[in-house]
Each structure stands twice: as structure tokens, then as C-alpha cells.
């Protein structure tokens, strides 16, 4: 993501890791709405973190949230990472002093040890084709990844449209969580992050006409777009 004007600068220490980097905290992730019925527990995830600031799982989960989500996901799962990623992938990785299944290991820990939500919740994320075509094998597949969801959907179609092929429609998976799933909430752009292996079950599918959310208010933004939702459940 370009530095634009509508960013906040912030430098991020790391002081276990000894290591430090630049974040742009967006206008988007200042101003998207959290469910009214969830708050206790954001309130509860957001103890948890600042509880946790001063230990290596929480500066591991800085840099996943942060820095590059794909240096671990490209661990998990080297097939969906171009080759024109891998050195720069490496290269991140002999900046932090410590082996990539450890640290990954360790952000587990860190998410299944966060408050659990006692009530179902929604949340989107925009996938590929590729993603969506998934579901007409199976009913159901298990994400080997690191999932990053948001409560936003219009935001969530922008990162569909970033996963698009000409002009195919938008795919934007909308997954219903049920009570005491684990997963983790950052303030950063309000992510819903899940650990890896988790299951997503296929519920069934529709058409929608929708624009997408995005901070430049750009032209594309402003295009109204064919939009499958896959409407689906999450569970471990």
C-alpha cells in the first residue's frame, strides 16, 4: 500500500526481536464500525494485547498484523506465492532472529490464548476464483493458512477486486463464527484474524450488485460490480 495523505505514520519497536519497522495506519481502519454487539469483546481482545505488549508472541503478532502476513503464510503454504515474492520473503525473514515454525507456532499460542467470543459474529473476506472454485469440489476445505477477515464487507470487496481476473465478478466470502472459535482482533484495519487449519463450510450461494470501500474514493471504487456472496460457516 502507496503512502497517501489520508495515512498515520507510525514506527513499530520491537524490542524482544530487535527490530522495527514503518506502519500506515489508514483512514479506513480509523472509521470502520465494529458490531455494537461485540464491543465487550473487542474490549476484552484489546486488555489482552496491551496485557501481552512486552512478550515475543505479542511482537511476533505486530509483525504478522503489520509487517507481512505473507512471510508466514508463504510457510504454511508455498503454492500461492508467486516466485517474485520468495526473495523478498526471505529476506524479511533474516531480519527476525528466530526459525519461521517457531514464530508461527508462537502466534497460535498468542490467538487461541485471546478471550474467546461467546456469541456468532459475521465477518467477509474478498478471495480469487481460484478460492471460490474450491467449493465445487468440496463442501467444505480447511485453510492451512492465516485468515484475515473484516467486519466491513464493502471493505472486504476492495480486497476482492485486488484478487480479480479480468472481469470476472467479485468473490466475497462471508463466513458466520460461531461462539468460542479462536481468533484474534487488531485494530489494524479492524481484522478478525483466524490460525491456520481451521474449517470453512460451504452454506450456500448468491448474487449481489455492490461498489467496494476504498479510502481514495477512486473511480473503480465508485462502479457498481457483480458479486457472489459465498455464504458459509467457520470452525475449528
Not at 25 to 48: D, G, M, R
Not at 111 to 133: A, H, R, W
Request: proline share 4%; net charge positive.
Amino acid at each position: 500500500m502507496g503512502f497517501h495523505y489520508h495515512d498515520i505514520k507510525k514506527q513499530i519497536i520491537l524490542k524482544i526481536l530487535n527490530f522495527s519497522f514503518d506502519v500506515h495506519i489508514n483512514e479506513h481502519a480509523l472509521t470502520s464500525v465494529v458490531p455494537n454487539i461485540i464491543k465487550i469483546w473487542i474490549s476484552n481482545q484489546l486488555e489482552y494485547i496491551d496485557k501481552t505488549n512486552k512478550t515475543l508472541e505479542y511482537e511476533l503478532f505486530m509483525i504478522l498484523v503489520n509487517y507481512s502476513m505473507k512471510m508466514f503464510n508463504y510457510i504454511l503454504d508455498k503454492s500461492k506465492i508467486s516466485e517474485k515474492y520468495i526473495n523478498k520473503i526471505n529476506k524479511k525473514w533474516n531480519k527476525i532472529n528466530i526459525k519461521p515454525l517457531d514464530g508461527i507456532q508462537q502466534i497460535i499460542n498468542y490467538i487461541n490464548k485471546s478471550p474467546k467470543c461467546d456469541l456468532n459474529i459475521e465477518v467477509y473476506c474478498g478471495i480469487s476464483y481460484d478460492d471460490f472454485q474450491r467449493f465445487n469440489v468440496i463442501p467444505y476445505y480447511v485453510n492451512n493458512r492465516f485468515l484475515s477477515t473484516t467486519f466491513d464487507k464493502l471493505h472486504a470487496l476492495k480486497y476482492a477486486y485486488k484478487r480479480r481476473i479480468n472481469k470476472m465478478p467479485l468473490f466475497l466470502l462471508k463466513i458466520n463464527v460461531k461462539p468460542n472459535t479462536p481468533c484474534i482482533y487488531t485494530i489494524y484495519e479492524n481484522q478478525i484474524i483466524f490460525p491456520p487449519n481451521i474449517k470453512i463450510k460451504l452454506i450456500d450461494s448468491q448474487i449481489e450488485y455492490s461498489h467496494y470501500k476504498d479510502i481514495l474514493d477512486t473511480e473503480l471504487s465508485k462502479k457498481i460490480y457483480v458479486v457472489i456472496i459465498i455464504n458459509s460457516e467457520i470452525y475449528c
